[in-house]
């Protein structure tokens, strides 16, 4: 079974600094992880995924983000944080069964950005 | 290329209504998913399907039904609405072969009074 936990439900950061999402996952298989972005009366917007090529994995927006197997984290992170950044964040794991793909989202973490 | 497009954006509904959320897609994705999204959640699976003509229950399939009669479209019917069905719905897409992301819609914002 995949579970995933977001470990903030809220993180502050001031513009201009760093931002830091973390997320751990649990996976009976070798996961897919996604992190998506859902900016306010909007839709999820994908910013990066992790199918197990690179651990370090670039995505829009100058996000990024480390798989780390032996933690069992997908921490989210950007150098410099800017106003437009403020949003609520999804990290989830993908399973794929015959073709069915199960999307199991943590419970979201809202940036708020601060000038 | 207007990707996954859901009508209504908002809707209320009286208790024991019932209507239909339309959701179209113009990616030729063979699979189309249903979510909602209550608050301070994440989302969970209503229905999905994996191409015209077959459809299956999610986490959460009671009081709601689908069809899938176009590789476009895919809406979802709410019979008898009740007050627990007020949520945010997501109808996403995605192309087959591999762990590909879904594509998401703006949703549809329901309230049940």
């Known amino acids: 079974a995949q579970s995933v936990t977001q470990l903030d439900s809220h993180v502050s950061v001031s513009e201009g600094t760093p931002v830091l999402l973390r997320c751990n996952y649990s996976?009976?298989?070798?996961?897919?992880l996604f992190w998506y972005v859902q900016h306010p009366n909007k839709g999820l917007q994908l910013l990066l995924k992790?199918?197990?090529?690179?651990?370090l994995v670039k995505g829009i927006n100058g996000f990024e983000a480390e798989f780390k197997k032996s933690e069992t984290s997908f921490h989210l992170t950007k150098p410099s944080a800017h106003m437009s950044d403020a949003a609520e964040y999804f990290c989830?794991?993908?399973?794929?069964?015959?073709?069915?793909?199960?999307?199991?989202f943590g419970t979201g973490t809202r940036l708020l950005v601060s000038p | 290329n207007a990707g996954v497009t859901q009508t209504p954006k908002f809707r209320i509904l009286k208790i024991g209504q019932s209507m239909t959320l339309q959701c179209t897609q113009d990616?030729?994705?063979?699979?189309m998913y249903w979510y909602r999204q209550d608050p301070g959640m994440g989302l969970k699976l209503i229905y999905y399907?994996?191409?015209?003509?077959?459809?299956d229950k999610g986490e959460v399939p009671n009081g709601y039904n689908v069809s899938r009669s176009t590789t476009e479209d895919f809406p979802l019917r709410l019979e008898l609405a009740a007050p627990s069905q007020t949520s945010v719905y997501f109808c996403?897409?995605?192309?087959?072969?591999?762990?590909?992301?879904?594509?998401f819609g703006d949703g549809t914002r329901l309230s049940i009074l």
């Open positions: 996976s009976s298989y070798s996961p897919s």
């Open positions: 399907s994996v191409g015209a003509g077959i459809t």
């Open positions: 989830v794991v993908s399973a794929l069964n015959t073709g069915f793909q199960k999307l199991v």
């Open positions: 996403a897409s995605r192309p087959g072969g591999g762990n590909q992301p879904q594509h």
């Open positions: 992790y199918t197990s090529a690179a651990t």
């Open positions: 990616m030729n994705h063979n699979y």
